[in-house]
């Protein structure tokens, strides 16, 4: 199974609202990543989680809060968004026992904040 | 700090020509890691082809290769007879060092692919 899952597919929440987004590998992976991708434009790194454990953050504003609680799942909790954070968010994982640390890629949630 | 760039925004090829995506990188590491990604409009990235500083051949998978030129610092894809299913954009992305037990990507600005049939 070599399959990152996202859900939901597509979020749309307001300014207000709190909503998390959901990752979910079972390949065994032991490293996680949330990007944020503004269409056209590259994915940008967010977190990286490294044996359950977050090693990076780049400057990521409060209001996007990760959680891994175990090796298999990554949780990305939304509050108080703007209307900017709109945009796909794709999980990834990889593996360091892989010659290539290439990182597998979920499908991605659209968020939409109104 | 490592840099990837892809100077081609927009790419057109004819179905079942071959096309060449060009991408340059920068970095101090002498080990890294290459990668294409290939992002259709559904939005999930693709892995396509992986190059390590090391290795002295040049990687292919299937219809990909690369074309590395390590002293240029140049890691072109080449798509060779080309499908409607290829329209999409690819990026190219760098990995540096191993000293982490993760890999931590920069991607280039992305090239659209568009195949005419």
């Known amino acids: 199974d070599t399959e990152v899952t996202q859900t939901p597919k597509h979020l749309v929440m307001g300014m207000t609202n709190k909503k998390s987004l959901k990752c979910e590998q079972h390949?065994?992976?032991?490293?996680m990543y949330w990007y944020k991708q503004k269409a056209k434009k590259p994915p940008e790194l967010m977190f990286v989680?490294?044996?359950?454990?977050?090693?990076i953050n780049e400057s990521v504003p409060s209001r996007f809060s990760p959680e891994c609680p175990n090796s298999s799942l990554l949780n990305l909790h939304l509050h108080a968004l703007q209307p900017e954070d709109s945009a796909l968010y794709l999980c990834?994982?990889?593996?360091?026992?892989?010659?290539?640390?290439?990182?597998?890629f979920g499908p991605g949630t659209r968020l939409t904040v109104t | 700090a490592q840099k990837i760039t892809q100077t081609q925004p927009g790419m057109f090829v004819q179905e079942k020509e071959a096309v060449t995506l060009d991408c340059t990188y920068d970095?101090?590491?002498?080990?890294?890691?290459l990668f294409w990604y290939k992002q259709p409009s559904s939005g999930e990235m693709i892995f396509l082809i992986y190059?390590?500083?090391?290795?002295?051949q040049n990687a292919t998978e299937g219809r990909y290769s690369l074309n590395f030129q390590k002293a240029r610092k140049s890691a072109n894809l080449v798509i060779s007879a080309s499908q409607l299913g290829d329209s999409a954009m690819y990026f190219c992305?760098?990995?540096?060092?191993?000293?982490?037990?993760?890999?931590?990507?920069?991607f280039g600005q992305g090239t659209i692919l568009t195949v005419h049939p």
């Open positions: 990834a994982s990889s593996s360091r026992l892989a010659p290539t640390y290439e990182q597998y």
């Open positions: 390949m065994g992976h032991r490293a």
């Open positions: 989680y490294s044996y359950e454990k977050l090693s």
């Open positions: 970095t101090s590491d002498q080990s890294y890691g």
């Open positions: 190059q390590g500083s090391y290795d002295e």
């Open positions: 992305a760098m990995r540096e060092g191993r000293g982490t037990s993760y890999g931590k990507l920069t």
